[in-house]
């Protein structure tokens, strides 16, 4: 391969690695064996661009109360991604925008597990719910709305 060509490709090649990384993000959730609708929520998160961890576990409550979790912010499954905490069925937009503002919370929660959100498609049924931040001391905000459409 000649000089130029090569000087030409290499920096390519380091941009196009950097692009991935910055695009691919590793996840760790814990979910229930017996949970369908956690799954697909795993789709919707490798569809984009996150790299699952699948921790399959018995113990649910154990995970959510370790991790700190607010009872009345529970769903049916928890992930933890660059330190923060994402309880139940939280878009993918959402986990972007927390990562990219590095907000002081301890994470976001979709509470239960309303119809419409990513995982819990039921045909065109679409609730109106919440996506609420929460802290070490368990103060709580809306983090982001989704109403009816």
Not at 18 to 28: F, G, R, V
Request: glycine share 6%; hydrophobic share 35%.
């Amino acid at each position: 391969m000649n000089k130029k060509l090569l000087a030409l490709v290499m920096p390519l090649s380091i941009i196009f690695q950097s692009a991935i990384a910055e695009t691919t993000k590793e996840i760790l959730v814990y979910r229930s064996p017996t949970c369908s609708c956690c799954g697909k929520w795993l789709e919707h998160l490798k569809q984009n661009n996150f790299d699952v961890k699948d921790i399959v576990t018995e113990d649910m409550d154990e995970v959510k109360a370790k991790l700190g979790v607010p009872k009345q912010l529970a769903s049916c499954h928890t992930a933890v991604i660059d330190g923060y905490v994402v309880e139940g069925h939280v878009p993918a937009a959402d986990i972007e925008k927390m990562l990219k503002d590095k907000p002081k919370i301890a994470g976001i929660s979709v509470p239960g597990m309303p119809m419409g959100t990513p995982g819990m498609e039921m045909g065109g049924r679409k609730d109106p719910y919440q996506v609420i931040s929460f802290d070490k001391d368990n103060n709580q905000q809306i983090y982001n709305s989704y109403e009816n459409e």
